[in-house]
């Protein structure tokens, strides 16, 4: 079993998972200790015996070798980009990675406010901070993933918090409490419902006029596609069921009574 605590990794959905491992066809072992000719030892000291083949699920190193490393380095999986987007080494701010984390949400909404914020940077509309200041910024940031994530993930970010920071940094993050004195219905949907993208929409560079409603409908839209029929109303319940509804309450009241007095 793996040592990793929850949320440390991404979850993996198979329905037919379950149903191997009670059928006993997928068998849960713990750290494998050693292997011999035709066998796996595990660290309880289980042998699992005939194996035909061993997959060793490493997955994989980062690398970019079209790039220098004075722009991008790779160090242990870790790369060094300020907020995940720009080269810190850089003299000027002329380049700018979209799309180099792996969010825990959607990557097209991630990459568009990493794009957006680029655009201002290019245009002196935003200024990034000192060399030094990115550096620790990103030493900061890379010291918390790794003890969130491990050292495999060190490009996983948390959705809500990488987007919340880059619409802050271009005005776009939702002001709740204006919100909630302002439009109390929409407030409450942004601040308790899900994350959508079109929250980053509603003010600031890039305003929507159509980010509301589809805020205020977006629940409407994620069940439609489960609505694939027209069901027809319930038969009406028989005049005996309503009869003791009717009833239920004046002889629960009169059992009262007759109990205290």
């Known amino acids: 079993m793996p040592l990793n605590g929850p949320l440390r990794?991404?979850?993996?959905?198979?329905?037919e998972l379950p149903a191997r491992i009670l059928c006993g066809t997928v068998s849960i072992k713990p750290i494998v200790t050693k292997f011999t000719e035709t066998s796996a030892?595990?660290?309880?000291?289980?042998?699992?015996?005939?194996?035909?083949?061993?997959?060793?699920?490493?997955?994989y190193g980062y690398a970019y070798p079209f790039l220098e490393d004075s722009i991008i380095k790779s160090r242990n999986n870790e790369v060094t980009l300020y907020k995940g987007i720009?080269?810190?080494?850089?003299?000027?701010?002329t380049m700018a990675v979209i799309g180099l984390v792996q969010s825990l949400g959607a990557a097209i909404p991630t990459a568009d406010l990493q794009a957006r914020w680029a655009a201002k940077v290019f245009t002196n509309a935003c200024v990034l901070p000192t060399t030094n200041e990115m550096m620790d910024d990103i030493d900061e940031k890379m010291g918390k993933k790794l003890k969130w994530f491990g050292q495999s993930h060190t490009l996983?970010?948390?959705?809500?918090?990488?987007?919340?920071?880059?619409?802050?940094?271009?005005?776009?993050?939702?002001?709740?409490?204006?919100?909630?004195?302002?439009?109390?219905?929409?407030a409450l949907e942004v601040y308790f419902g899900p994350c959508s993208p079109y929250q980053f929409r509603l003010m600031g560079p890039g305003k929507w006029d159509g980010a509301r409603s589809a805020i205020l409908?977006?629940?409407?839209?994620?069940?439609?596609?489960?609505?694939?029929r027209a069901v027809g109303e319930a038969q009406r319940p028989c005049h005996l069921y309503?009869?003791?509804q009717?009833?239920?309450?004046?002889?629960?009241?009169l059992a009262v009574l007759l109990t205290f007095y």
């Not at 030892?41 to 997955?59: H, R």
């Open 9 to 15: 990794k991404e979850p993996v959905f198979n329905d």
């Open 41 to 59: 030892v595990f660290e309880d000291g289980t042998v699992f015996e005939a194996i035909d083949c061993v997959i060793f699920a490493t997955g």
């Open 86 to 93: 720009f080269p810190p080494q850089l003299e000027k701010p």
């Open 156 to 186: 996983q970010t948390d959705y809500i918090t990488y987007m919340d920071e880059l619409s802050s940094f271009i005005g776009a993050k939702p002001n709740i409490p204006w919100l909630f004195v302002t439009d109390p219905q929409l």
């Open 217 to 228: 409908t977006q629940w409407k839209r994620t069940v439609k596609p489960t609505r694939t």
């Open 242 to 244: 309503d009869l003791l």
């Open 246 to 253: 009717m009833l239920f309450f004046p002889v629960f009241f």
